[in-house]
């Protein structure tokens, strides 16, 4: 099944912050994070291992509750450039399973 | 490095035709999938391999086939093409297995079928 993200669309000022939530109604072993530009192909930004790991890349951050199965990204200090559409991918504990996308959540910075 | 390459970029189809949707990468990579992707529905897994000669469903496989005859390319065909599966196809690889590691995403395929 399908990851859920929430919230479906947040619109910020440059500078703010914001936290974007998914979850999965199955164990999870992996939780993975891209970044959609309009118009271009998905970028990776990280991959979140089972064992509540937290990574950063600059100013974006995720962590990884593997007991509720969810995982949240937060985005500090919001540049213009972090607008896009943002997807989490989930991986199932079951082994043999490739990547499951969220339905994504659009972020519009605004100066 | 070209990394993933699809073609054709854009493509018109009538209901019916067939297609092949093409994808190489050239980064030694054993793991190739391919994804769909709708307005507001995020990305859907059509098919998946994990080496030449493999390959397994994913979500949504229903008219489409692939093979996996070298670990470059990764073609993906639609029969009897339906205005269902107009949508944007990305074809993706990566070096660790299926959901371990970074997908390297192709540019993607716009197929509109009317």
């Known amino acids: 099944q399908q990851p859920v993200q929430s919230p479906q669309a947040v619109i910020l000022r440059e500078g703010e912050d914001a936290v974007i939530n998914c979850s999965s109604s199955?164990?999870?072993?992996?939780v993975h994070w891209y970044r959609q530009k309009h118009g271009e192909a998905p970028v990776f930004l990280m991959i979140l291992l089972k064992g509540g790991e937290q990574k950063g890349h600059e100013k974006i951050s995720a962590s990884f509750n593997e007991k509720k199965q969810q995982s949240s990204l937060y985005l500090t200090a919001s540049q213009l450039s972090y607008s896009g559409t943002y997807f989490c991918?989930?991986?199932?504990?079951?082994?043999?399973?490739?990547?499951?996308f969220g339905k994504g959540t659009t972020l519009s910075v605004s100066s | 490095n070209a990394g993933v390459t699809q073609t054709p970029k854009f493509r018109i189809l009538k209901i019916g035709q067939s297609m092949t949707l093409q994808c190489t990468q050239d980064?030694?990579?054993?793991?190739m999938y391919w994804y769909r992707q709708d307005p507001g529905m995020g990305l859907k897994l059509i098919y998946y391999s994990v080496g030449a000669g493999i390959t397994d469903k994913g979500e949504v496989p229903n008219g489409y086939n692939v093979s996996r005859s070298t670990t470059e390319d990764f073609p993906l065909r639609l029969e009897l093409a339906a205005p269902s599966q107009t949508s944007v196809y990305f074809c993706?690889?990566?070096?660790?297995?299926?959901?371990?590691?970074?997908?390297?995403f192709g540019e993607g395929s716009r197929l509109t079928v009317l």
């Open positions: 993706a690889s990566s070096l660790q297995g299926p959901g371990t590691g970074e997908l390297f």
């Open positions: 980064m030694n990579h054993n793991y």
């Open positions: 991918g989930t991986r199932w504990r079951q082994a043999g399973t490739a990547l499951i």
């Open positions: 199955k164990a999870l072993y992996s």
